[in-house]
């Protein structure tokens, strides 16, 4: 544990900043989905690092002991369920572990794998983000007195959003797109719904449907691809 760790955890939690003290690691591979959680731990007085892979977790994992690990189930190099799984068998345990995915049928999934809780993106409410980690900390690690729950909602810098968007128009441009598809539909649908893009929302689901029927979706992968491009084509923030 580094020194600036160590002054955290030695500061006690207050009602205005309740995970003062605490480490989140969150493994999310979404840069404006990121962002969101990096506000959210700032309102809240958590220090974040982040990791945009299993691989990359994996490097963080085996330096340091995370106080809270979020873990989106949808990533570049497999699925957060079995990280999920490993840090949940892991002695000692992380103390509190949040599965987080835009589907939110897949809260089933991420308990029996061994998560404390779920958070379904967007996550952007900060009384809702808070709540979901303070319930699962033992009694001393929680903010004394009565706690004001905060009505506010966080708004990502936009520029993030573009980085996203960029990854994937930098996706579908591969030679064989279809390998690396069901990844990109999961990061693409994601990155909508987190926007608040209805046209992008409508156009992920179009490529689903088609290959859901076993059709070729190469005419629906076309048009969301042209898509993209003029969300990138528009200049500045998204």
């Known amino acids: ?15 205005q900043r309740p995970l003062l003290g605490l480490t989140v690691l969150l493994v999310e591979d979404s840069r404006f989905a990121s962002e969101a959680v990096r506000l959210l731990c700032l309102r809240s007085g958590a220090r974040i690092r982040r990791a945009d892979s299993l691989q990359t977790a994996q490097r963080h994992l085996a330096v340091y002991r995370p106080s809270v690990c979020l873990v989106d189930l949808g990533l570049p190099d497999g699925s957060g369920l079995d990280l999920i799984g490993n840090l949940a068998r892991a002695t000692p345990r992380i103390p509190v572990i949040i599965g987080t995915s835009g589907d939110e049928t897949a809260h089933d999934a991420v308990i029996r794998a061994g998560a404390d809780g779920f958070l379904a993106k967007p996550i952007d409410n900060l009384a809702a983000f808070q709540t979901a980690i303070l319930q699962h900390l033992p009694a001393d690690r929680q903010p004394p ?8 909602r966080v708004e990502p810098d ?81």
């Open 1 to 15: 544990m580094d020194t600036t760790d160590s002054i955290l955890l030695a500061r006690t939690p207050t009602a």
């Open 145 to 152: 007195g009565p706690r004001a729950l905060p009505d506010e």
């Open 158 to 238: 936009r520029i993030a959003l573009r980085d996203d968007l960029s990854q994937v128009a930098h996706l579908l441009g591969q030679p064989e797109p279809n390998r690396s598809l069901p990844y990109v539909m999961q990061f693409l649908g994601d990155v909508a719904r987190n926007g608040k893009d209805s046209d992008l929302s409508r156009a992920v689901r179009a490529v689903e449907i088609t290959r859901n029927r076993s059709q070729n979706p190469h005419a629906d992968i076309a048009a969301l691809s042209q898509l993209v491009q003029q969300r990138l084509a528009a200049g500045g923030p998204i």
